[in-house]
């Protein structure tokens, strides 16, 4: 299909060169982020042979994505940059995942609250030095850049510092990123909480300064979850929303069995979890709930009827013996999904792994989902659920050229399995079963070049 913003004879104008192109776009006709009904409904796959993607680097917009031929005949004095035998694929969005607990992936034998207990809050308490936290952020972006990944909605510490360190590396590395300070007040070591009005004091000073800088990186209201946050501190999250209501909203909910019993046995008198978030005035089209694997049919409903977003964390959910989600009764109830690698109890940050986990966490559910809708879940739907669809998320004429460029070349056995495949949609398959960061040759964010593998950088 061509995509054409526009014939221009403009000198900024590159016309990048590849084998082929996969994305998903929306459905013809849709409109809004909110895209109800049943996940194949929600998206169309499109794949271009030999692709020519012209990018204005004066804007960092796409202008067009169509064969080679026609791009070139619409743009014949664009500078060309010839990929060889590389696919071009959107960047990835990584809807949830927690910055200081990059250096505790893989650690061993505990469901989420002992896990917390034992391994999290500890490794969190850290990130009060602000040497921790630098070393840390660089090596963060780094990682995510070199997955492919161009957008991160990521948890901080409770600590000012590591989220003002966290946000200073997303704007040198030229990422995407949301980033909250998480808050938590009880019900956890005294060196992982932060009392209350020194809480929001510290996030209105990281709104101020970061929220919505370069058009890159924005804020979220990050409360852990219901059990490490008083009513006090709960209220004036919802108040800082409501004084800031463009930043976003993330949490947890539903993850576990172990702890739905802790909120229940906290919270007696609520209605069910959910309400809990809603009571406060914590849910809305903004929100983002990591998990959600146990929400009962009304709370599904409700997070549908909110616009609220369930992020999918199939690799942590496995590592924690957490459950399987139900991603068809979640979709089919019209709730808003898209994946996140949710490191540290998440096995890899890269969102192939994250894709291939997904597929065999509904496999075993006998509801084995197809290729096109793992790359969905993995762009397009996370710039839905950031209300950035209009901007990011495919490679559609007028969006920011945020794409990777990948090559088999790295990993034969794949390069093998893809030399027998008969259309693009087996490709993509292959490559989401054998796919990680070797896979990765350059990575652009808004047209320029942020990773590039063969040279080093």
């Not at 990186?217 to 209220?235: D, E, G, H, I, N």
Request: a negative charge; aromatic letters at 8%.
């Amino acid at each position: 299909m061509v995509q054409v913003a526009g014939k221009s004879g403009n000198s900024s104008i590159v016309l990048h060169r590849a084998a082929e192109l996969w994305h998903v776009t929306s459905p013809a006709g849709s409109s809004g982020t909110i895209r109800r009904g049943r996940l194949g409904d929600r998206f169309r796959f499109e794949a271009i042979s030999d692709v020519g993607l012209a990018v204005d680097e004066s804007t960092g917009r796409i202008i067009e994505a169509s064969a080679f031929s026609v791009a070139k005949a619409h743009h014949p004095g664009a500078r060309v940059i010839d990929h060889g035998d590389g696919v071009i694929v959107p960047g990835f969005i990584d809807g949830h995942l927690h910055f200081p607990q990059l250096d505790v992936m893989g650690s061993h034998g505990k469901h989420l609250i002992q896990w917390l207990d034992t391994f999290i809050f500890p490794a969190e308490a850290r990130f009060s030095d602000r040497s921790v936290a630098e070393s840390t952020a660089a090596r963060f972006t780094k990682e995510l850049a070199a997955n492919g990944v161009t957008m991160s909605v990521a948890f901080s510490s409770v600590h000012p510092v590591a989220a003002d360190v966290l946000f200073d590396a997303f704007e040198k590395s030229g990422l995407r990123a949301v980033v909250g300070k998480t808050s938590m007040d009880v019900n956890a070591p005294a060196s992982v909480l932060l009392e209350c009005s020194a809480d929001i004091e510290a996030q209105e000073m990281l709104i101020k300064k970061w929220h919505g800088r370069q058009g890159r990186l924005f804020y979220a209201v990050t409360p852990r979850f219901v059990l490490t946050s008083s009513p006090t501190q709960m209220k004036a999250l919802a108040d800082l929303h409501r004084r800031h209501p463009d930043t976003f909203i993330q949490t947890h909910i539903s993850e576990c069995e172990g702890e739905m019993e802790s909120v229940a046995a906290a919270f007696p008198n609520a209605r069910d979890y959910l309400s809990i978030y809603e009571d406060y005035g914590l849910i809305n089209d903004r929100t983002l709930l990591g998990h959600g694997i146990w929400l009962t049919d009304s709370e599904r409903e409700r997070v549908a009827g909110w616009g609220a977003t369930v992020v999918h964390c199939p690799t942590s959910n496995a590592f924690l013996g957490s459950g399987l989600l139900d991603l068809k009764k979640t979709c089919d109830a019209g709730i808003e999904v898209a994946l996140g690698s949710d490191i540290g109890a998440g096995t890899s940050l890269s969102p192939w792994a994250t894709m291939l986990e997904a597929y065999k966490v509904q496999a075993l559910r006998s509801q084995p989902l197809e290729p096109e809708a793992l790359l969905y879940l993995a762009t397009l739907a996370g710039a839905e659920a950031l209300h950035m669809d209009a901007e990011i998320g495919s490679l559609e004429a007028g969006k920011y050229a945020d794409f990777q460029v990948i090559s088999f070349s790295k990993k034969p056995l794949l390069a093998e399995r893809v030399a027998c495949t008969r259309s693009a949609a087996e490709r993509l398959f292959a490559t989401v079963v054998h796919g990680d960061d070797r896979l990765l040759k350059k990575l652009y964010v808004g047209g320029q070049c942020r990773v590039d593998v063969e040279h080093g950088n």
